[in-house]
């Protein structure tokens, strides 16, 4: 995924205050970052704040980044997950209460499903239809209970692979793939539900 | 998970390899006895179908476009300037851009990055502070300035008659130090004994020069509340200004403050 020397060189540079260096990393990572804050925090500001606050705390902390324990792409990863812990547990209330039938952010804001006018043409139909099921698969995605929401989100969204989820969530491999199952599992159960309603 | 035997094999294996089975990693004998299980755990069988279900949902949700401004944002929190080069580049992505605007990007950006860095405003700061003494002293007053004229006679008369009250207040000056030196010096002749008296009396400011014994605590106690800006200083472009007074202590500065926040 990433080449060892290639990172490790650009953390060094970055840390003896290349700002070229640190523009490289903000590039090549604030994609990824912001996908998971968004999937796991399920809003597109809340996202971008949180994606900001990572690259806030991984400026700060660069130094302390070693390559022989591990893959920057980890390490960010780590960081990320932590403050989206952080971020969860100050926001619990709200998060819990959230329904599903709520249209989920800026970039899926079509109506729900349950409301849908089957009145389009057959291409703008699926369009619209594949625009909604996004939708309702992200909003039932932050339904899931964080423990099972970041696992599934690092697996099928991100492609990390058992192990380095592992060491992201500091828990067994084992722990990581019941997770998984689970995971998936219960979003197919929440969706199924949702489908029976509509049809 | 209900913990079963099923066609010899456990509830809890086929939930380690579930996963295995639907990455397509799992083969032979052991694909054999996941299947035989799931068609007869009544458990089990619906976990395979829900979670088989479950990651095509998930793999149907395509990756999101980040807002636009977000890497300027980035960059702005943590370097704490809008760099330059990526706003031309997100200008030159708009349709016209006219080459007084450019240069003013170009040229007009650093500087203003660098006037808004701390250091730089305190530095000027203190410059003014400096100035109005100055002119204070020399007996300029900043109500004087409202009804100073800007015609070239008048800024003329106005420089020499300040030059004038510089000169004056100079000679007084030099005066008050020779009566000083004077009266010193008569001491001196007056009272000879004393060895090292004298000569310590400049010692005071040498001793509060090298007393730093609380200073260090200060400096340090400074740095650490400017964690930020130091590191902001520590990755900012390698402006025309930044090359002159910060290259050589940046390094030092960031290091430091990265061990003392991890
Ligand atoms: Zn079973």
């Not at chain 1, 970055?14 to 523009?23: L, Y």
């Not at chain 1, 619990?92 to 006018?117: C, F, G, N, V, W």
């Not at chain 1, 828990?171 to 199952?181: D, F, L, M, Y």
């Not at chain 2, 200008?91 to 650093?110: D, G, K, N, V, Y």
């Amino acid at each position: 995924m990433e080449d060892v020397q290639v990172v490790a060189m650009l953390v060094r540079r970055c840390i003896a205050g290349d700002s070229a260096a640190w523009e490289e990393i903000v590039q090549t990572y604030h994609r990824r970052i912001y996908n998971i804050c968004y999937r796991f925090a399920g809003s597109g500001d809340d996202a971008q704040d949180l994606t900001q606050e990572v690259f806030i705390k991984m400026y700060r902390t660069l130094s302390s980044y070693d390559h022989t324990k591990g893959a920057f792409v980890t390490w960010v990863t780590t960081i990320t997950r932590n403050l989206l812990v952080d971020h969860f547990r100050k926001t619990k209330q709200d998060r819990m209460t959230d329904s599903m039938d709520t249209p989920a952010s800026e970039h899926e804001d079509a109506q729900p499903l349950s409301e849908q006018i089957p009145d389009h043409s057959a291409a703008a139909d699926a369009r619209v239809r594949s625009r909604e099921v996004s939708e309702t698969v992200h909003a039932a995605l932050a339904r899931l209970s964080p423990e099972l929401r970041e696992a599934v989100i690092l697996r099928d969204l991100q492609d990390m692979d058992y192990r380095e989820i592992a060491a992201v969530l500091k828990v067994p491999e084992g722990t990581v793939k019941s997770r998984i199952n689970r995971g998936r599992a219960e979003l197919a159960r929440l969706l199924q539900r949702t489908y029976r309603q509509v049809m | 998970m209900p913990d079963h035997t099923s066609n010899g094999m456990q509830c809890n294996e086929f939930d380690v390899l579930l996963t295995d089975a639907l990455d397509g990693v799992l083969s032979g004998t052991g694909l054999d006895r996941f299947q035989a299980h799931a068609r007869s755990c009544a458990t089990c069988g619906p976990l395979l179908a829900e979670a088989e279900a479950g990651r095509s949902w998930l793999k149907g949700l395509s990756e999101v476009e980040p807002p636009v401004n977000l890497v300027m944002n980035i960059l702005a929190s943590t370097s704490g300037i809008d760099t330059q080069r990526l706003r031309v580049t997100t200008r030159s992505a708009q349709p016209h851009i006219s080459w007084w605007e450019r240069t003013q990007a170009s040229l007009l950006e650093p500087i203003w990055a660098t006037v808004r860095q701390p250091r730089f405003a305190m530095s000027f700061g203190m410059a003014f502070f400096a100035l109005s003494v100055v002119l204070t002293v020399a007996g300029v007053r900043p109500a004087d300035l409202r009804q100073v004229s800007l015609r070239p006679s008048a800024i003329r008369h106005a420089y020499y008659s300040t030059q004038a009250h510089v000169v004056h207040y100079y000679e007084n000056v030099r005066i008050v130090y020779e009566v000083e030196s004077r009266v010193r010096e008569l001491k001196r002749n007056v009272a000879p004994a004393e060895p090292g008296r004298r000569e310590s009396r400049p010692a005071p400011k040498k001793d509060d020069k090298n007393d730093t014994t609380q200073q260090p605590e200060q400096k340090q106690e400074r740095n650490y509340s400017q964690t930020n800006s130091n590191l902001i200083l520590a990755s900012a472009h390698r402006g025309p200004f930044l090359n002159g007074f910060n290259a050589c202590d940046l390094p030092v500065v960031s290091v430091s403050t990265y061990r003392r926040l991890v």
